[in-house]
């Protein structure tokens, strides 16, 4: 690049950073927000659970904390033939009816051969079928990365409509309670197709990924 010409782009920069932080402000609020997500026929639990299926995920729904533990024995009887799991010391998971399952959980991180992990996630995204979770004692990064599979319960009451819609949620929480250690989003099973073009499951993180949905009149997402 010629001098003059590099000289002529650094000035135009410099131009373009002198704008002060309030006029900055007002030219993003000009911009206005992105439109908002719909969902099908306006029901965000339905559309959360058909952009999990599409994501490579499996789903249930259960209308109570008590039925929530019942769909997760199932699930562990019947893919790995076992009681035990590991979840965060999150006060949600900690309060289930354990007993009612004879299940017997861990709390804490996920250590190596532990098959299942359970976490309660802060929202579902019905836009993209995703969960959102932040990471800290509640809910160790180890525990949706190390075990085979993931299972994560969301309240119906906790799902919104898009990505928008979970950033200022987000900031709310954090204007309350301060920033997480982390903040992380699950959309499905973990995944690559990095090797001549051809999609490995569980190459980086578990290899199932099962959403339970938790709230009255719940089962009706998945009609």
Not at 3 to 19: C, N, P, V, W
Not at 84 to 91: H, I, K, Q, S, T
Not at 127 to 135: A, F, K, P, Q
Not at 163 to 168: D, R, S, Y
Request: proline fraction near 5%.
């Amino acid at each position: 690049m010629r001098g003059d010409s590099r000289d002529q782009i650094m000035a135009r920069l410099r131009r373009a950073g002198r704008h002060s932080a309030a006029e900055a402000e007002q030219k993003l609020v000009a911009l206005g927000g992105s439109p908002a997500p719909g969902a099908a026929n306006g029901d965000l639990a339905r559309e959360l659970v058909l952009n999990i299926r599409r994501n490579q995920g499996t789903v249930d729904a259960v209308e109570d904390k008590a039925a929530a533990v019942g769909a997760i024995a199932t699930y562990l009887r019947q893919h790995f033939r076992t009681q035990r799991l590991v979840a965060g010391a999150d006060p949600r998971l900690a309060a289930l009816p354990w007993r009612n399952e004879r299940l017997l959980p861990r709390f804490g991180a996920a250590e190596d051969g532990d098959p299942v992990a359970l976490s309660y996630a802060v929202m579902g995204v019905a836009e993209t079928g995703s969960i959102l979770l932040y990471s800290g004692r509640e809910d160790p990064a180890a525990n949706r990365l190390l075990p085979e599979a993931h299972l994560v319960l969301v309240d119906t009451t906790d799902i919104v409509a898009g990505l928008g819609n979970a950033c200022a949620r987000m900031e709310t929480d954090f204007a309350g309670a301060g920033r997480p250690r982390g903040i992380a989003m699950s959309s499905g099973p973990s995944s690559t197709a990095d090797i001549e073009f051809t999609l490995v499951q569980g190459a980086h993180g578990p290899r199932q990924w099962h959403v339970i949905l938790v709230g009255k009149g719940a089962g009706k997402a998945l009609q």
